[in-house]
């Protein structure tokens, strides 16, 4: 199929479809750009096919892993303008800050490395963890060139017992929450479990002891798969006031056999009054991305039609 085939397509899927008023329709959707286009004309085609205002952005297609905040200001500003230019704003800026060991913990889950493979790791980590000011600042220059004001963090490799690092956690992102504060932007944890925070209820008990408006999180429930019932017993434990991005994955969402029941969590969501963006993370690698996100979107676009 075409740009312009794919441009047509959407214009009639906007012009035939009836949205919810009041709640939760597709000027509230958003989708992350490397996993639903292999190039950013790609991923901005695929958001016009589907009539989405917003993109979420993590790394461009055409740089493999390499992340947008990383990227030289010129580079991000070529596409910043791209994104405009298209009538498409940028509602989350995905980071790996603080997504790896933090100096003197030790991983949950040991890796098979040699003695000189891990001692390169930790002196690798041990520099990610000394530059984590400079890299949280590069996130923020390139969410203001982004003309977004939410960005990612996480909360270091999932240790044994988890709690006995909430305090560090805690320092680390009150750190970043005074940055935040003195930008005018919005850091939000993110829970995943391969992280310290993986769960709702470490989500609500980390974000006690950091009580800055400006550090708030991204709920993704697919991310806890296997450790906990997302809905409703996760979501009940969520402070909803500080939600302020929600992710979906391939998995959560496509028939036959989805993770969650995102119809059910949609209208908790609604009933709660979130106001703010839910974008989807296809995240599948076996070869079936770009379809897989289609089929992601598609469910998405029933589900909202049908509430």
Known sequence: MTRRELLAAGAALA???MWAKGGIDKSRISAITDEIGLS?????AFAH????????????AEKG?????????AEIKVDADLFAKEGLKVSFVNTSLLKFTWPDTEPARRRQETPEARDKRIATEKTRWDRRMEDAQAAVRCAHIMGCDKVRVFAGTRVADPKTVYQRIADALGELSKLAEKEKVYFLLENEGSQNVATSQEMADVLKMVPSKFLGYNWDPNNAHGMENAYPEGYNTLPKERMLNVQIKGRGIMPPNPHEDWKTIFMALNKDGYAHKIGLETHLFDGTLITAAHKSMDEIMKIIASL
Not at 40 to 44: G, L, R, S, V
Not at 49 to 60: A, D, S, T
Not at 65 to 73: C, D, G, N, S, T
């Open 15 to 17: 012009t035939t479809t």
């Open 40 to 44: 950013t004309p790609e991923a901005i």
């Open 49 to 60: 096919f589907y009539g989405l205002q917003n993109v979420e952005i993590r790394n461009p």
């Open 65 to 73: 892993r390499k992340e947008y905040a990383l990227l030289p200001e």
